[in-house]
């Protein structure tokens, strides 16, 4: 075994095949040992792991960072900075920004941002000009710095003709397409789901059904070309039974849900707060319940934040003028763990937050794009990228708005404490995060 530079001690290692009570050796970039005790060399770096599990450092598929365009509300570094805190080591950044990531030049600006960070910044391109839905964007230019997810995230495409005819292509390329699933005629002037708390608030509203069927037509469309597709934000009950439906068949779909969708329902929107407005909408109990049940028997692959910092003046305003989103990164693991932990292992809960991930982005050890790159999502074992996660789960995480990194404070937990808390993140093999305070 190389001489260690970092040892971290006296957790539990969360493996595929569970849960091992081990210290982790890691030399460089790379984990070396895993024992019962490990002495660490005098040199080494020592990170208390008492009580805690070590994971493999999450991964999500579904953040805004913000930058180019809306450096008020967060930049790639700040972004990172709350992600690592949070304990990713990696982040997909939606293309959403002024301009949008539709073109290798400002793919190429947002990764350059990511470099140092406290969390690697993966990109995903638009798959039309302009998000605008009416041309595709330039998908093998993107493709090839390493882009590998696809969306015009913030809005669904439209046309199924050129959702068909971008399907082809991706499929061609080795790329995924991510799909918002809404049909904007159906959405129209809504700012809430449409239901009984809509009714009583007098706030229009948005049925299921405007993420439904964009769910069942790109379900169909998947059936037609065999090109995969990723569905981001699943939030209702049928859209998790069509998935489910989809998955028995045999297509080739994954999906992911937000945190929030597994814990808010409408009835957060009562007092008119925007902090409250996201899209897709909070939905009902039940959808609530369908989203969970979906994430524990693996209909959906992955938890994703859709972290989407504003400003404090964007959501100071009447509800539905308010912009839809809110901040995700460093409470989506306590609260994953407070909604899942009780239905499933901690393994599961590691495997929608990093494994499952970084296997939708294409970020493991095995995907060729890979090479000269450190891998995420696991597992954590000798020869591995020690990109890492200790997670202690018996300690709070208080949400003071004012404390988070990100430079927003639209967190939907204000004043909530959650079981269960990030300790420090490893990447590639430094500390980015000691005793819950970042170190970049
Ligand atoms: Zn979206």
Redesign the pocket.
């Known amino acids: 075994m190389p001489d260690a530079t970092l040892v971290i001690r006296g957790g539990t290692v969360v493996g595929p095949e569970g849960l091992t009570r081990r210290d982790v050796a890691v030399a460089g970039a790379v984990v070396v040992g895993l024992a019962e005790s490990i002495d660490p060399p005098q040199t080494a770096s020592v990170l208390d792991a008492g009580g805690c599990l070590v994971g493999p450092g999450l991964v999500d598929l579904?953040t805004h960072l913000r930058q180019p365009g809306r450096e008020e509300a967060e930049t790639v570094e700040t972004g990172a900075r709350a992600a690592a805190l949070g304990g990713y080591t990696a982040v997909v950044a939606?293309p959403n920004t002024d301009p949008p990531i539709d073109s290798a030049g400002v793919a190429r600006e947002v990764l350059d941002l990511g470099a140092g960070c406290a969390a690697e910044v993966a990109v995903a391109g638009a798959i039309t000009v302009g998000r605008a839905g009416a041309a595709l964007a330039p998908i093998g230019e993107l493709a090839a710095l390493g882009v590998t997810l696809f969306?015009d995230?913030?809005?669904g495409v439209q046309d199924g003709a050129l959702m068909r005819r971008a399907l082809d292509y991706a499929k061609g390329l080795g790329v995924t397409l991510a799909q918002?699933c809404?049909d904007a005629c159906l959405a129209a002037g809504g700012a809430m789901h449409e239901g009984c708390w809509s009714s009583r608030l007098g706030i229009p509203g948005v049925p299921a059904a405007a993420e439904e069927v964009m769910v069942a037509r790109d379900i169909a469309l998947v059936r037609l070309t065999g090109a995969p597709v990723h569905f981001?934000?699943l939030s209702s009950a049928g859209s998790v039974e069509l998935v489910r439906r989809a998955k028995a068949e045999g297509l080739a779909v994954t999906a992911e849900a937000a945190p929030h969708h597994m814990l808010l329902t409408h009835a957060a929107v009562a007092g008119y707060d925007a902090v409250f407005k996201v899209?897709?909408p909070l939905r009902t109990d039940d959808d609530v319940a369908a989203v969970v049940a979906g994430l524990c028997d693996g209909t959906i692959d992955a938890v994703a934040t859709?972290h989407a910092p504003h400003a404090p003046e964007a959501k100071d305003v009447p509800f539905d003028q308010a912009p839809p989103g809110m901040l995700g990164l460093q409470t989506a693991l306590p609260v994953a763990w407070e909604v899942l932990s009780p239905h499933v292992g901690a393994e599961f809960v590691f495997a929608l937050m990093s494994t499952h991930s970084a296997a939708i982005a294409k970020l493991t050890a095995t995907d060729p794009r890979r090479a000269g790159h450190s891998a995420h999502g696991g597992p954590v074992e000798v020869g591995a990228a020690a990109n890492l996660c200790v997670f202690d789960p018996a300690a709070p995480t208080v949400v003071e708005p004012g404390r988070l990194a990100s430079r927003s404070r639209n967190t939907p937990y204000a004043g909530r404490t959650f079981r269960g808390a990030v300790r420090h993140t490893v990447l590639r093999g430094e500390p980015v995060v000691i005793d819950a305070v970042a170190q970049r």
Do not use: Q, R, V, W
Request: hydrophobic share 25%; aromatic share 0%.
């Open positions: 579904h939606m969306t995230d913030g809005a918002h809404e981001l934000h899209n897709p859709d």
